[in-house]
């Protein structure tokens, strides 16, 4: 079972800043792409941001210009920086591994945006 590790939600006052880590195992060297996702409560779990091994990226409208996906040098680690951030930003974020064609998961982490 391939386990992601989050970390770096928390509250965020509207206009500032977050930084989401997420880690697959070491041992992971096949992991084709790497992304995050985000489910604001009453609604459906949509794609935020990925990146592909080759370093090819993929925004959803709503984030393009405020958020950046990058993936550590080990590239089984991915990042979210989310800057400018906004009330309906507020979501649990799931990090997300396709490893072989499989799709794995995080525990997901809350990220709330209000004053």
């Known amino acids: 079972q391939v386990q992601l590790v989050e970390s770096g939600g928390g509250l965020v006052q509207p206009g500032g800043s977050l930084r989401l880590s997420c880690a697959a195992p070491?041992?992971?060297?096949?992991?084709?792409?790497m992304g995050w996702h985000r489910q604001a409560p009453g609604k459906q779990r949509e794609l935020v941001a990925r990146?592909?091994?080759?370093?090819?990226?993929n925004y959803a409208d709503s984030v393009k210009g405020r958020f950046t996906i990058s993936r550590g040098n080990a590239k089984n680690t991915v990042f979210l920086q989310m800057n400018s951030l906004k009330p309906e930003d507020t979501a649990v974020y799931y990090c997300?591994?396709?490893?072989?064609?499989?799709?794995?998961w995080g525990q997901g982490t809350q990220v709330t945006v209000s004053s």
């Open positions: 997300n591994a396709a490893i072989l064609g499989v799709d794995y």
């Open positions: 990146i592909t091994g080759g370093g090819v990226t």
């Open positions: 070491g041992s992971i060297f096949l992991i084709n792409a």
